[in-house]
């Protein structure tokens, strides 16, 4: 399926394996690998190497839904390995109620 990312449309498959991440202060970047797990109507969901459920909108990758939109997660269709200063951390949401992070 044609997906659009960084200014052009890629092809991405189910069980392609992408990065999840967030930026933290300064130049920092976590995140861990990830798989494209399946395609709904609306969404792509992919599914971290912790557990963690990732979701898109299904015609653009960068429009990052949900929970990990407000903790600032997103998603690059490139591997883990191909990232060069990226430290290794599980995709993690927090959760007000008990002030704490969760793995979800």
């Known amino acids: 399926m ?3 990312y ?3 449309h890629i092809d991405m498959e189910i069980g392609q ?9 300064g130049l920092s970047c ?3 690998p990830g798989k494209l797990a399946r395609v709904t ?8 190497e ?8 299904k015609d653009n990758i960068h429009c990052v839904i949900g929970r990990a939109k407000k903790d600032g997660y ?7 390995e ?6 290794r951390e599980a995709v993690r949401f927090w959760d007000e109620k008990t002030c704490t992070f969760v793995k979800r």
């Open 50 to 57: 912790s557990g963690a459920t990732v979701k898109t909108a």
């Open 82 to 87: 191909a990232f060069t200063h990226i430290n």
């Open 17 to 25: 394996e992408v990065t999840v991440f967030r930026c933290g202060s």
């Open 41 to 48: 109507a609306q969404h792509l969901v992919f599914i971290t």
């Open 2 to 4: 044609k997906v659009w």
């Open 6 to 8: 960084d200014g052009g």
């Open 74 to 80: 997103g998603v690059s269709p490139k591997t883990f």
């Open 30 to 32: 976590f995140g861990e």
